[in-house]
C-alpha cells in the first residue's frame, strides 16, 4: 500500500465539517436553526465526516442522522439530575488513563479524539487533557493492569481509539496483548459507522494478526439503520473477514430512533451484515443531553413490542448504567413499569 492511499482517511477527518455555519450551509437548514447552534457549538463543537453528512438528507431537520450531531438551544438548559460526570469515572482511575469500575474488565482511554461529535455523549465533559497518557506514560498503565491477575479483559475507548494511526494503535494492543492474564481485547469504536476508510488494509491486516494471537472484540455505536450506507457495509464485511466478533450498542435517543419501527429496522439491517445487537442503553444523565432521553417506563414498552416482532437473538438488551454500580443493570421486562 501507498503512502498516499494510507492517508486517505486522515485527510478525510482532516476535512470534517467543524462549524455549525458549515454545517448548516451543506445541510440547507432553516436561519433559525443555524442562530440556535452557536452556543452549543462553543459548548461542545461540531464534529462529523463528509461520509456521514452525506447521508443526510438536505433540509430534514427531522433526518435522525442530524439529530445526533445538531447543536442544540436545550443543551444549556440545566436540568436537575444531570451532570459533567454522570457515571462518576473520576473516582474509578487508579491510573492516568485507565478506567477499572467492573471485576475482570478495564477500560483505556487510548484516544481524547473521536472521528463525530454525538450530542448525547456522556463523556462531552471529561477532562481528556488532564487524563489521557503522553507516550512516556502509558508504562503507569501497562504497569497497573499487569499488578492486577484479575484484569482478563482490556477495553479501548476514549474518545475512539481508531483516531489512532495503525501504527499507534497495533503497538498499544501488541503490547497489551503480552500481559499474561489478559485474554481478550475490546475495541469500543464508533469510526468504522462515521469514517469507513478508516478500516483499511493496513488496519485489516494487521488486526488479523493480532486476533490469531488474543481474542479480539469490536464493539460499533449504531443508533439508526441510516447510519449503515453501503461504504459501511463495505468497512465492516473488511473487518468480518479476519474473524473478530461484532457487536453493536445503541443508545435510546428521544426523536432518533425511539418507535419499535426504528429499532427494528436496525437490528435487521445490523445482523444483514454480521453484527450482532448486543446493547440498548438508556441515556446517561450527562448536562447537555437531557432533551434526548427516553423513560424507562417508555423503553420498556417498546422492548416488549419488539420482543414480538423479532427473533430473540435479534432483540438487544436493555441496560442502564448507574455510577458506583459493579455492572450495568439489565432492565426486567416483565415487572411493572416504574
Not at 440547507?28 to 452557536?38: G, N, S, V
Not at 474518545?159 to 475490546?186: A, Y
Not at 429496522?265 to 438508556?282: A, C, G, M, R
Request: neutral net charge.
Amino acid at each position: 500500500m501507498t503512502s498516499q492511499a494510507k492517508k486517505i482517511w486522515q485527510q478525510e477527518l482532516a476535512g470534517s465539517v467543524k462549524t455549525p455555519d458549515m454545517l448548516a450551509s451543506m445541510l440547507q437548514l432553516l436561519p433559525e436553526q443555524q442562530m440556535a447552534m452557536h452556543d452549543a457549538h462553543q459548548s461542545f463543537p461540531v464534529r462529523a465526516p463528509l461520509a456521514w453528512i452525506e447521508r443526510i438528507n438536505k433540509g430534514d431537520s427531522n433526518d435522525p442522522l442530524l439529530r445526533q450531531i445538531l447543536p442544540h438551544a436545550d443543551e444549556l438548559r440545566y436540568v436537575p439530575g444531570f451532570t459533567d460526570d454522570p457515571l462518576a469515572e473520576s473516582a474509578s482511575m487508579p491510573s492516568r488513563g485507565v478506567l477499572h469500575k467492573y471485576h475482570g474488565r478495564a477500560l483505556l482511554i487510548a484516544s481524547p479524539a473521536c472521528a463525530i461529535h454525538c450530542r448525547y455523549c456522556f463523556r462531552r465533559h471529561f477532562p481528556y487533557q488532564e487524563v489521557t497518557p503522553t507516550t512516556e506514560q502509558w508504562q503507569q498503565a501497562f504497569s497497573y493492569l499487569e499488578s492486577d491477575v484479575d484484569i482478563s479483559e482490556v477495553i479501548l475507548s476514549g474518545g475512539d481509539p481508531l483516531t489512532l494511526n495503525n501504527e499507534r494503535l497495533f503497538k498499544l494492543m501488541q503490547r497489551l496483548e503480552k500481559i499474561p492474564h489478559v485474554r481478550r481485547l475490546r475495541l469500543h469504536t464508533r469510526t468504522p459507522v462515521a469514517l469507513p476508510s478508516r478500516v483499511d488494509q493496513e488496519f485489516v491486516e494487521k488486526l488479523n494478526q493480532l486476533q490469531k494471537k488474543i481474542k479480539t472484540v469490536v464493539v460499533l455505536h449504531v443508533n439508526h439503520a441510516n447510519e449503515i450506507d453501503c461504504d459501511v457495509s463495505d468497512a465492516i464485511c473488511r473487518i468480518k473477514k479476519t474473524g473478530i466478533t461484532l457487536l453493536n450498542q445503541t443508545v435510546l435517543l428521544r426523536n432518533v430512533n425511539d418507535s419499535v419501527e426504528a429499532l427494528e429496522n436496525l437490528s435487521e439491517k445490523l445482523f444483514s451484515i454480521d453484527v450482532l445487537p448486543y446493547y440498548l442503553h438508556l441515556l446517561d444523565k450527562v448536562q447537555g443531553a437531557a432533551h434526548f432521553e427516553v423513560d424507562k417506563a417508555e423503553a420498556i414498552d417498546l422492548m416488549m413490542v419488539l420482543r414480538k416482532k423479532l427473533p430473540g437473538y435479534l432483540v438487544p438488551k436493555l441496560v442502564q448504567e448507574n455510577a458506583g454500580d459493579p455492572f450495568k443493570t439489565m432492565i426486567d421486562l416483565s415487572v411493572a413499569k416504574a
